[in-house]
């Protein structure tokens, strides 16, 4: 069974920064690319960042400079260093394979950003 477990989330004000964990459980970890997705009330999940099994990452434009991903393979878990936090980050984060694959997700961790 397939368990993703987020931690890492809390209050911050604007400029701050926080580091997310997700260990992944019941997938082979080092095989699959890995992502960090945020959903904001009213709005979509969107994918904010992603880590390919050969270290490559991605980022979407808004979170470029200021978040870093990474992974640890032996721990089965993957990182979202968040620095430079701005209120409009304020969301919940999951993480999921990348590609998504894994139907069941997480139950996130609730950041927020204060002005």
């Known amino acids: 069974q397939v368990q993703l477990v987020e931690s890492g989330g809390g209050l911050v004000q604007a400029g701050g920064s926080l580091r997310l964990s997700c260990v992944a459980h019941g997938i082979i970890f080092s095989f699959n690319g890995m992502g960090w997705h945020r959903q904001a009330p009213g709005n979509q999940r969107e994918l904010v960042a992603s880590?390919?099994?050969?270290?490559?990452?991605n980022y979407v434009d808004s979170v470029k400079g200021r978040f870093t991903i990474s992974r640890d393979n032996a721990k089965n878990t993957v990182y979202l260093q968040m620095n430079s936090l701005k209120p409009e980050d304020t969301a919940v984060y999951y993480c999921?394979?990348?590609?998504?694959?894994?139907?069941?997700w997480g139950q996130g961790t609730q950041v927020t950003v204060s002005s």
């Open positions: 999921n394979t990348y590609p998504v694959t894994v139907n069941s």
């Open positions: 880590i390919m099994t050969d270290g490559s990452t």
